[in-house]
Structure formats: C-alpha cells, structure tokens
C-alpha cells in the first residue's frame, strides 16, 4: 500500500515536471521560430570602397581614414528596430549581484572584446540588459544567441558605447544545427 501511494506521487511529480518542461519548450521553440535573424554585417553600413581604395593608394592621408572610420563605427542602421531578432555573440558582464549572476551586459562578435584595447566600432556592441541574468563565469568565455526586440539606443559603459540595446528574452548556447 505505501509502495503504491510512493509511486502515485512520484508518477504526479514527474508528470508537473514534463508538462513544464514540454511548456518551456514549446515557449522557447515559439520565441525562436519568430525572431530575425542578425548577424554582425548586418549592423553597419556597406564600407564606402572609395575611400578604402584611395587610402590604399595614398590618395589620403591615415588621419583621413581614421577619421572615416570613426564615424563608420558610429553609423547606426535602423532596420531592425523594435524587431524581434536574435543575434550570436559574446556577453561582457557589467554588473554582479550577490548571486554571482549578471544582468548588464554588452553584446560583442568576439570573445574577449571590449575588455582589451581597443573595442569593437559602437555599431559593434550592443547593450543587453536580461532580467533573469547569468551566472557571472559562465559569460564571456562562450558564444550566445540572444533573443529580444533590438533597439537603435546608443549606451555608455565604462568599456565602450553601445549603437544597439536589447531587453533579451532568452539567451542560449550558441548552436548553428
């Protein structure tokens, strides 16, 4: 009798549990078939091949091309605002709380960027902010997928501007199958 009154339970337990599981699933598979996907490129302007060529050949000075360049890393493309996307990369914590997890970060295409001099261009970061957080170690050292509405707001932190922010809805392993 205690045998079968055990195994009730246990078969009730595992049942909560694989309907919260086929629910989460369902919820991320949902958030991940709707988004856009974004990738780096997609975030700057083309490259105005003129200058490049002319910067090549001496028709201008260094100074003249950093200059260009400069305002290159700073030109913002807005076709994706306020769209549901997903874009991979790695997360530069900026804050810790008690829990040793991080809800702050900045979005980079390369791992260890923003943390060595110099930083990506502005239109090469963007700010994450991710309400559930993450474990502090965990960061950094592995590629993402972040999932969120993506905004054209510039952000300051002490490693670098941001030209993009999000609000990530899910962030998971980076996995290209």
Partial sequence: MMKTAFMVRLLSRCSVLLLALLTSTQTLAGIQEDVLRVVWKDLRPPVDKT???DYRNGAITKAVFDTYMEGYG???ITDYDNQLVKI???LVPLNMRDDMTATRFLLVPTAGACVHVPPPSPNQIVYIEYEKGMAYEETAMYPYWVYGKLTSTMTTSEYSDAMYSMKAELVTD????
């Fill in 51 to 53: 200058v490049v060529k």
């Fill in 74 to 76: 700073r030109k913002i």
């Fill in 88 to 90: 991979p990369g790695y």
């Fill in 174 to 177: 980076y996995i290209t199958w």
